[in-house]
C-alpha cells in the first residue's frame, strides 16, 4: 500500500536538515516510484549543499530533496516502461540527461548538455532523501540479488565514479597505486584496486580514523598522515621510483601536487576529488617524467551496469565502507556526522522491509 504523503529531507544551507511531509509523487509516462532503502551521503552534499548554498550549474541545489546516492525498490510504474516492473530492485543513476545529445547517448547522462533537461537527482531534481523517489526508467540499473541496498547506494556514486577512473588510468598487478584522500571515495579506490590486482595501495589523509579504517577494512598496504613529506615518503615505499597510478580523491592543493610528485616516470594520476586548486611545475614534475593527469566525472550508464556484474563476480560489498546507518527521522545526525568526516560512509535507510506486490 502506497501511502499519499512522505517524510523528506531538505538542506536548507545552514548545516541542518529540514524534514517535511511532502505528497507522494505518482509516475508519468516512461517513470517508475521507487521505496527507497538506502541513500548514502556524499562529499559532494556537504561541500556544495550542507553548509551553504556554494553549488553553480550541475551542482547549483534548487530546494529539492536532498540525497543523490540512493537505491530502492519499485512500487509503481508509469505508462510506457520498457524492462523494469513492480517488484525490481534498482540503483539510481543520479543524473538524468535529456536522453538524446552526444554524452548521454554515450551513457553519460553526468555531461548531458541540454541546460533545459539535465536534472540531478537531489540536486535539481528530488533525490532519495524520502521514503519514496521518482525516477526515470533510463536512470536505473538493476541491483542483484546477491547485493544489498547499501551495496547499490555506493555504486549510484562513489564507486561508480572510482570504477570509471580506475578504467581510464587502467589498474593491474604491476602497480603500486597511491590514494590521496580516505574519505569514502578513497576507501572505494582502495577496495576496487584491490579486486582489479594493484600489488601495493598506499593511502594518504589528515584524519587518524581514516587511515586507521582503511587499514582495518584491508584496503591499504601503508598509510601516511598528510604533510609535507608525502611524495618523498612514497618514494621511499617503493624502491625510490614512485607509484605507476595516483588517485586523487581529496580535492586539496598540497595532496594533489603530491600525488603528482610521487608517480614515477611514465606514470599515470586521475583526479576524482573536487574542489580547490593545485600548483606544480610542468617541466619537473610532469614533462620530463613523461607523466599524464586525467580527470574523470562520474560514470556512464554501461560502466555501472559493468561494475554491479563485476562486484558480484568478486564477492565485493561496498556496504563494507558503510560505518553508520540512520533512519530518515535521525538524517540531521547523519549530515553532521559526515560533515565532521570522523566516519567512513554515511548511510539513510528511509524505509526498511521488501515491499512485495
Ligand atoms: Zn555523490
Ligand atoms: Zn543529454
Redesign the pocket.
Known sequence: MIKTTMKAAFLPGNSTVEIREVPVPEPGHGEMLLAVKASTI?G?DIRAIYHQHLGKGPEGYQGVIAG??PAGQIVAAGAGCRRLKVGDRVIVYHISGCGVCNDCRRGYMISCSSAEYRRAYGWQRDGGMAEYLLAEEKDLIDLPDSLTYLDGAQVA??FGTVYEALQKVGIDGNHAVLITGLGPVGLAAGALCRKLGAEKIIGIDLSAERRDLAVRLGLCDSVLAAGPQNAGQVRDLTGGKGVERAIDCSGNAEARAAALRATRKWGRMVMVGEGGTVAFNPSPDLIHDQKAIYGSWVTSTWLMEELVERLVRWNLHPEEIVTHRFSLDQADEAYRLMASGRCGKVAVCPTSSEERS
Open positions: 556524499c559532494s543523490h546516492e556514486c562513489g
